[in-house]
């Protein structure tokens, strides 16, 4: 039924291309040609419906012609033939099928949709969204089994989908089905992160050679993000980059991805079309995996200045996973101020980073890391997230670590028993407050509680209620519960205790057809030495022997005749360091108390405009911080187009310039009203910041984090230098970064928000002191010369 069709469409094409041949000197016109006669052709009288359909085949065609291949153009004439087929209407004996198909995909079905996959492409069903949709379905697919499963199950389901997302790539090369960007950007967004980099690669290389059905600059973007992941050198990519710019100039302002670019109206939206924040991601995670964090936050400032309040959650992401702890959480504070709803995983990993930064032997580290994870947990709400159980666990552990510093070693029997009340009394303040959201604590919670409260902290009640407030939560012991209450009863010293957890673990093992491992042994080994029971675990441990490693059960065996460290200090305790954590756990009830009140009726989004946030975690260097008038007065040199020196020179504007210009911007305010809209009100985020304040904080945010930036890479290659020139292997980048930031002990938690964090205003500057200020804000940025 299709052939009439396909015939007078081969009619059409062998006629368009005898017309354009009038138009092809010696089989080669340029790209400046061909825009021309583009031009000059449509003030021709010509049939509508003829110019339209050479219209849409003209790129292709001339594309073919240019290059003087005929089997390019023979290539793309076979594959409008292939998309007339796919295009297919569903018949009515179809539509069962396709809902079969469309089921399977909502659910997410990866091998079901694999399975009807071929049956689809031959009843000629998968029309574009429903490709596009499958698409989804396979890299959804893949991300859950990269989160969870056991390993063999994981390997194998991913190998399927990789396998599967190989025939589709080899399948759209052939022309068989419809191209479409969004899912070639998917597919190689599955080869990235499956592992898959060969296969991804050869895909991108023939997409790369396609006209613009196939690839667009997001789709560049995804190839950049590819090549990044696969090893592909800096340079390399940047010039990919600037080949995406180039290749799209007609569809994409690339003045809008410089540094220097400037929006139309800092105090609204941006409504510029054709901005691509793919590509951009994509040059910015190139940056950043490589090390290169100066441009890579000068990306993020672009992306910013264009979007304050709409930036894609994955650019802060990839900061947070990168960068020192400094500088993730000044990212993650940038993200929640502006209201970007970060994934709940990527808080979760600053809160752990955050709970493993803290020193024990530091009582003031340990606070601090508490007091900063709950303003991140503050500014997370206040911009739009959502507490789960597992962000209350991850602060429950955190608090419950307090008993875990070696002060507390030292204390006498009172001493630990106010300490215990006082966390106990932070945990239920903090429990109520979460409570409001909806989120409750998990058992690993309890299993904290019960060694470290119960444990280190020598408290037999507190394992009592622990275990009684679980069971009224409704929430199961598990192995982990299990090994807590034998390893707390060790601490205790309590004989019957021990041998009574340990009969429990095993007996429920053996319900479950399992025996205990080689680390319940060592646990056991442990309670026993400072118990008391040595012959109760030496016969358990012997009892063993048949089904764990020998070797590891003597191991065991003999540890329980070794000689009990003592549990405590040898030195006397300092009462003022005594004191001086009392007085800071206060502190940290006090941030609760304010988390309580501005979080009790809002359980969504709040309103940031007013309030002042604990944005960072170390204090700027002396000079970094310029007074506010000379920031501002920067801000507004580098963000507004200056007026020319000479206006008399410019190019007289037509009246609707402004609507076909989208880079200009002001300079004065009498220009900004000739701009905007009288009547047109400043742009807010969801947190109630206006636009134009938003951005000019991000500026000045970016500022602090390139000087950061900067000293921790310093640090990183003098690390590098100090142990090539010993002889040693370098020591690993996260290690040198971490010990590169060390936070300042006296931190600002919430409830110190009502006092400045730094001076804003500086009495007595200098000019040469602002002067200082002012060039080392434009070399971070890259704007003195030879930077």
């Not at 689809?120 to 069903?125: E, L, P, W």
């Not at 928000?753 to 500057?765: A, C, F, I, L, S």
Request: with cysteine; net charge neutral.
């Amino acid at each position: 039924m299709f052939f009439p069709a396909l015939r007078r469409a081969h009619g059409q094409l062998q006629g368009h291309r005898r017309w354009l041949s009038t138009f092809v000197s010696s089989g080669r016109i340029s790209n400046q040609g061909l825009h021309q006669h583009a031009t000059n052709i449509t003030r021709h009288t010509c049939d509508n419906s003829v110019w339209q359909w050479n219209a849409r085949q003209f790129s292709a065609t001339a594309g073919a012609a240019s290059k003087g291949s005929t089997l390019l153009w023979l290539k793309r004439k076979q594959q409008q033939k292939n998309r007339l087929r796919v295009a297919a209407p569903i018949e009515d004996a179809d539509q069962e099928f396709v809902n079969d198909f469309q089921q399977a995909i909502s659910d997410v079905d990866v091998k079901q949709v694999i399975k009807l996959f071929p049956e689809a492409q031959k009843r000629r069903v998968l029309h574009h969204s429903l490709l596009w949709r499958t698409v989804q379905c396979m890299h959804e697919g893949l991300r859950r089994h990269a989160r969870s499963g056991e390993d063999e199950t994981r390997r194998e389901a991913i190998e399927e989908i990789v396998g599967f997302t190989e025939r589709m790539c080899n399948t759209i090369r052939k022309g068989e089905l419809e191209p479409d960007r969004r899912g070639h950007l998917r597919l190689i967004a599955i080869f990235k992160e499956s592992g898959a980099h060969a296969q991804g690669i050869a895909f991108w290389q023939w997409l790369e050679e396609q006209d613009e059905q196939y690839v667009g600059l997001d789709v560049y973007g995804s190839a950049i993000e590819l090549l990044a992941a696969s090893g592909t050198p800096l340079p390399d990519l940047e010039k990919l980059y600037e080949r995406a710019l180039q290749r799209f100039p007609e569809s994409f302002n690339a003045y809008h991805l410089s540094p220097d670019a400037v929006v139309p109206d800092r105090d609204q939206a941006t409504e510029i079309k054709g901005i691509s924040m793919t590509l951009l991601q994509g040059i910015l995670t190139a940056r950043l995996l490589r090390g290169e964090s100066r441009r890579a936050y000068l990306a993020l400032d672009t992306a910013l200045r264009l979007y304050p309040a709409l930036t894609p959650p994955r650019f802060f992401a990839l900061f947070i996973k990168e960068r020192p702890l400094a500088e993730a959480y000044t990212v993650f504070a940038l993200a929640c101020r502006a209201g970007v709803v970060l994934p709940l995983d990527t808080a979760r990993q600053l809160l752990t980073a955050l709970r493993n930064s803290a020193d024990t032997r530091s009582h003031e580290s340990h606070v601090a890391a508490l007091r900063q994870m709950l303003s991140a947990v503050y500014m997370y709400v206040g911009g739009g997230g959502s507490i789960t159980s597992n962000v209350v666990n991850e602060m429950v552990i955190a608090i419950t670590q307090t008993l875990r510093l070696e002060l507390v070693a030292g204390l006498d029997a009172e001493q630990k028993k106010q300490l215990v009340s006082a966390t106990l009394d932070v945990i239920r303040k903090m429990l109520e407050t979460f409570a409001h959201y909806g989120a409750g604590p998990g058992i690993s919670a309890f299993n904290s509680i019960l060694v470290n409260l119960g444990g280190y902290g020598h408290s037999q009640q507190t394992i009592k209620v622990a275990l009684r407030d679980a069971q009224a939560l409704g929430l199961h012991a598990n192995h982990v519960t299990r090994r807590s209450i034998l390893t707390a009863a060790g601490m205790l010293g309590n004989k019957d205790q021990v041998i009574q957890a340990w009969q429990d673990l095993a007996s429920t093992l053996r319900q479950q057809d399992k025996r205990p491992d080689v680390t319940d042994h060592n646990l056991l080994v442990k309670a026993a030495r400072t118990s008391g029971c040595v012959g109760f675990a030496q016969e358990a441990c012997q009892a063993a022997i048949g089904h764990l490693p020998e070797h590891m059960l003597q191991s065991a065996i003999d540890r329980l005749h070794d000689r009990v460290e003592e549990n405590g200090a040898s030195g006397r305790v300092d009462v003022a360091q005594v004191s001086s954590l009392m007085s800071m756990m206060e502190q940290l009830r006090k941030d609760l108390d304010v988390l309580g009140e501005r979080t009790l009726d809002h359980s969504a989004t709040q309103d940031l405009a007013e309030q002042r946030l604990p944005m960072i975690i170390t204090s700027p260097a002396a000079h970094q911080t310029l007074p506010e008038h000379e920031q501002r007065a920067l801000y507004d040199e580098l963000t507004t187009e200056q007026a020319p020196a000479k206006p008399a020179t410019r190019p007289a504007e037509r009246a609707d310039a402004l609507s076909e210009t989208p880079t200009s911007d002001v300079a004065t305010a009498d220009a900004l009203t000739a701009h905007a809209s009288p009547t047109k009100s400043p742009a807010v985020s969801t947190t109630g910041i206006p636009l134009g304040t938003l951005r000019y904080e991000n500026w000045k945010t970016i500022n602090y984090l390139l000087a950061l930036a900067e000293q921790h890479d310093n640090a990183y290659n003098l690390a590098v230098d100090q142990a090539i020139s010993a002889g040693r292997a370098p020591a690993p980048r996260d290690k040198v970064l971490r010990d590169a930031s060390k936070r300042d002990e006296a931190y600002y938690g919430l409830s110190d928000m009502g006092r400045q964090m730094v001076v804003d205003e500086k009495t007595g500057t200098t000019v040469e002191q602002t002067e200082e200020g002012r060039s080392e804000v434009l070399r971070l940025r890259g704007r003195l010369a030879g930077v």
